[in-house]
T-cell receptor, first 112, second 115 residues
Framework: AQRVTQPEKLLSVFKGAPVELKCNYS??????LFWYVQYSRQRLQLLLR??SRESIKGFTADLNKGETSFHLKKPFAQEEDSAMYYC??????????????FGAGTRLFVKA | DTEVTQTPKHLVMGMTNKKSLKCEQH?????MYWYKQKAKKPPELMFV???????INESVPSRFSPECPNSSLLNLHLHALQPEDSALYLC??????????????FGEGSWLTVV
């Protein structure tokens, strides 16, 4: 079954410390993975996608097919990074169309 | 315009009422979605429309009825809901190319309370 697992519900780090939000997936095909973020009182929005190999707000994520992981990393956390982070997997529907499946989410809290 | 707009922002309805949630986007996206999100839970997919046709229905009860009048609009008609249907309902859209990252753009959501 297709699945996205985020093992940590809450991650608390100090400002300036490195942060890693874990994501593992289960998918039979070639996965397309994303990280979405929801800041307080804002809408859910895309942070980055593996296919773009980009760094957004200092965050990076590398797809590791051997470990079926797509962990989100930032070397120096900032207070404004405090938010809810969702790892997500794009998959095709059985009758056409595409759907994005979300992991349970990890709340990141960056302490001053 | 790079936004998905949802109305109303808040809705309280009785179990015998009929109401609708509305969603609009003008980004030229051809895929539109309804998600349901309960408190402290991830969004759960309900429906996917692709080129104005329903392509995915995630076994949603018939008391939820989606409608896509045109490529910019998506409605969710509600009838005979239960209190456990109270949640944040998120509309989203994407280019639906299925490649190069099918980025989902979300609306702010409609908070629904069923009493």
């Amino acid at each position: 079954a297709q699945r996205v697992t985020q093992p940590e519900k809450l991650l608390s780090v100090f400002k300036g410390a490195p942060v890693e939000l874990k994501c593992n997936y289960s998918y039979s095909g070639s996965p397309e993975l994303f990280w979405y973020v929801q800041y307080s009182r804002q809408r859910l929005q895309l942070l980055l996608r593996h296919i773009s190999r980009e760094s957004i707000k200092g965050f990076t994520a590398d797809l590791n097919k051997g470990e079926t992981s797509f962990h989100l990393k930032k070397p120096f956390a900032q207070e404004e990074d405090s938010a809810m982070y969702y790892c997500a997997l794009l998959q095709g529907g059985d009758t056409g169309g595409f759907k994005t499946i979300f992991g349970a989410g990890t709340r990141l809290f960056v302490k001053a | 315009d790079t936004e998905v707009t949802q109305t109303p922002k808040h809705l309280v309805m009785g179990m015998t009422n009929k109401k609708s949630l509305k969603c609009e986007q003008h980004m030229g996206h051809r895929a539109m979605y309804w998600y349901k999100q309960k408190a402290k839970k991830p969004p759960e997919l309900m429906f996917v429309y692709s080129y104005e046709k329903l392509s995915i229905n995630e076994s949603v009860p018939s008391r939820f009825s989606p409608e896509c009048p045109n490529s910019s609009l998506l409605n969710l008609h509600l009838h005979a809901l239960q209190p456990e249907d109270s949640a944040l309902y998120l509309c989203a859209s994407s280019q639906d190319r299925g490649t190069a990252g099918n980025t989902i753009y979300f609306g702010e959501g409609s908070w629904l309370t069923v009493v």
